[in-house]
């Protein structure tokens, strides 16, 4: 199998949550991405605290807070963030909603959204319920200059292993996300299968796409089928690259497997390193 070398992680400064004149957004690596919209700062399913450090003597890799061992430096500094900030979280899974960078992010100060199970699995872990807001699955929530819908999604891996997952999630348990910015609209689907919902959703100019393997997310031929819809938005993948866990499919699969299946994928597929900023341009 051909080794894929990936680009460094670029640190994100805090002067990218300055006020500006456009809309950026950064894969933050694994899942989780920052949108930065004029005056407007979202960071979705963020997870950005390690449990142990790279010891390069050693030749140990970095621990993710989820227990994972990293292959990529994550780019975004707790200390960087301001208290603007506002939190969406497609779901309560460990790998979207960091239960290390939750506390973080409370403490200061921050607002976090998403439905009824996170609002649930926050409140379990101590956040403040005063900091929490549901958005259910169709609803609306605007955030300074963005407006964001909620989107269905279907994501019950636990079917998987009812032992160690317990209560399969339902519909409603987890969602996706558009963002209305006034440079365009960007699509984050979170975890998912396919749902005809999906192909009813009109037109986006970005599409964060999952290029992970498993079958309880896209998989690669709802991927390409998806990424064929939205033939106009540019894309960005996610679940891809970030953590050495082979064993996981949810974090297997690479871009460029999928991009080659897409129509125009080698053209409007772009694979960013963690933390690079991506300028939106609206296509429709």
Same mark, same amino acid.
Not at 217 to 225: F, G, P, Q
């Given at each position: 199998m051909q080794v894929i070398k990936r680009k460094a992680a670029v640190p994100i400064p805090a002067s990218a949550f300055e006020e500006s004149r456009d809309t950026v957004v950064y894969w933050?690596?694994?899942?989780?991405?920052?949108?930065?919209?004029?005056?407007?700062?979202?960071?979705?399913?963020?997870?950005? @605290?390690?449990? &142990? &450090?790279?010891?390069?003597?050693?030749?140990?890799?970095?621990?993710?807070?989820?227990?994972?061992?990293?292959?990529?430096?994550?780019?975004?500094?707790?200390?960087?963030?301001?208290?603007n900030c506002q939190v969406l979280y497609t779901?309560?899974?460990?790998?979207?909603?960091?239960? @290390?960078?939750?506390?973080?992010?409370?403490?200061?100060?921050?607002?976090?959204?998403?439905?009824?199970?996170?609002?649930?699995?926050l409140v379990r872990q101590g956040i403040p319920?005063?900091?929490?807001?549901?958005?259910?699955?169709?609803?609306?929530?605007?955030?300074?200059d963005v407006l964001v819908?909620?989107?269905?999604?279907?994501?019950?891996?636990?079917?998987?292993?009812?032992?160690?997952?317990?209560?399969?999630?339902?519909m409603g348990d987890c969602c996706g996300f558009i963002l209305n910015t006034p440079d365009g609209r960007i699509y984050f689907l979170g975890d998912t299968r396919l749902m005809e919902e999906h192909l009813r959703i009109p037109p986006v100019d970005l599409l964060a796409l999952d290029?992970?393997?498993?079958?309880?997310?896209?998989?690669?031929?709802?991927?390409?089928?998806?990424?064929?819809?939205?033939?106009?938005?540019?894309l960005i993948p996610f679940h891809y690259g970030t953590y050495d866990a082979p064993q996981i499919a949810a974090h297997c699969g690479e871009p460029e497997e999928v991009y080659d299946k897409i129509i125009g994928g080698n053209e409007r597929g772009f694979i960013p390193a963690p933390g690079e900023a991506f300028l939106l341009r609206r296509k429709i």
């Open positions: 933050l690596s694994g899942a989780g991405f920052l949108v930065h919209s004029r005056s407007t700062n979202i960071l979705i399913d963020p997870v950005l @605290m390690k449990k &142990e &450090e790279k010891n390069p003597e050693e030749g140990t890799p970095a621990i993710s807070e989820i227990g994972l061992p990293l292959k990529t430096e994550i780019p975004l500094d707790m200390s960087e963030i301001p208290n779901h309560a899974d460990g790998d979207h909603m960091g239960p @290390m960078t939750a506390k973080a992010l409370a403490a200061k100060k921050i607002t976090m959204t998403g439905t009824l199970a996170v609002f649930e699995r319920q005063e900091q929490m807001e549901v958005l259910r699955v169709w609803e609306t929530k605007q955030i300074g819908e909620s989107m269905p999604a279907d994501h019950p891996w636990q079917l998987k292993d009812l032992a160690r997952g317990g209560r399969p999630y339902r290029v992970s393997t498993c079958e309880y997310h896209l998989n690669h031929t709802s991927a390409v089928v998806l990424a064929n819809h939205f033939l106009q938005a540019d």
